[in-house]
């Protein structure tokens, strides 16, 4: 998957260059990085919901919350942060470090 959330579970791409991009985007257009961040975010807790940057805009958080939390799905357990194993065990160990890399470089 190309995306944030694909590279940090993966581990195939060096967390420093994809932090970087991030960067560069965020600088490029706030409203569309900062909406890819929340989708990382989103994702890494195992929700198959898609946020845009039309619900991002919408006045109405609530119901934009509302709308992602019914892509949980409640029944597959998947969810990264608290699965256990050697896949899981790095994915955690490189959002760390991406989130540490991504403080440092804001």
């Not at 960067?23 to 989103?42: P, S």
């Amino acid at each position: 998957e190309d995306s944030m959330y694909g590279y940090v579970l993966s581990g195939r791409a060096a967390l420093q260059v994809v932090v970087d991009e991030w960067i560069d985007e965020y600088k490029k257009d706030r409203e569309k990085a900062v909406v890819d961040l929340i989708q990382f975010f989103v994702q890494c807790c195992g929700c198959k919901g898609k946020l845009s940057q039309i619900m991002f805009a919408n006045q109405d958080k609530v119901k934009s919350i509302r709308k992602l939390t019914e892509s949980f799905d409640e029944e597959s357990g998947e969810y990264p942060l608290i699965q256990g194993g050697p896949l899981v065990k790095k994915f955690k160990s490189n959002l760390l470090e991406f989130i540490e890399r991504l403080i440092r470089g804001c």
